[in-house]
């Protein structure tokens, strides 16, 4: 079955930086567009990030653009995020996810989830 297991998360301090990685198993990952998604507590789940197949388009959230990164490495079946000059409002369960159809901005667009990683940014 499908597996998308993040790890990467941690307690940082605002400004400092993360890379989170999703690795991928049962399905044929270099020809699946993969998100980045992240839950506040108490809030809703939101669009981070997606990248195409083979990397060719990326797209970001206003919140996070310039300073986040989607990448990934079809050779090991392994999804990044590398986020930059992190702040408080960062602070969240970030999810990866595989999409199944449809925009790659919402979260029905997606089939498949991770388990998630805790990233905290305090000030």
């Known amino acids: 079955q499908v597996q998308l297991v993040e790890s990467g998360g941690g307690l940082v301090q605002a400004g400092d930086s993360l890379r989170l990685s999703c690795a991928a198993s049962?399905?044929?990952?270099?020809?699946?567009?993969m998100g980045w998604f992240r839950q506040a507590s108490g809030k809703e789940r939101e669009f981070v990030a997606a990248?195409?197949?083979?990397?060719?388009?990326?797209y970001y959230a206003d919140s996070v653009k310039g300073r986040f990164t989607i990448s990934r490495d079809n050779t090991k079946n392994t999804l990044y995020l590398q986020m930059n000059s992190l702040k408080p409002e960062d602070t969240a369960v970030y999810h990866c996810?595989?999409?199944?159809?449809?925009?790659?901005?919402?979260?029905?667009?997606?089939?498949?989830w991770g388990q998630g990683t805790q990233v905290t940014v305090s000030s």
């Open positions: 996810a595989a999409h199944r159809g449809g925009s790659f901005y919402f979260r029905n667009s997606y089939n498949y």
């Open positions: 049962g399905l044929t990952f270099s020809n699946v567009i």
């Open positions: 990248i195409t197949s083979r990397s060719a388009m990326s």
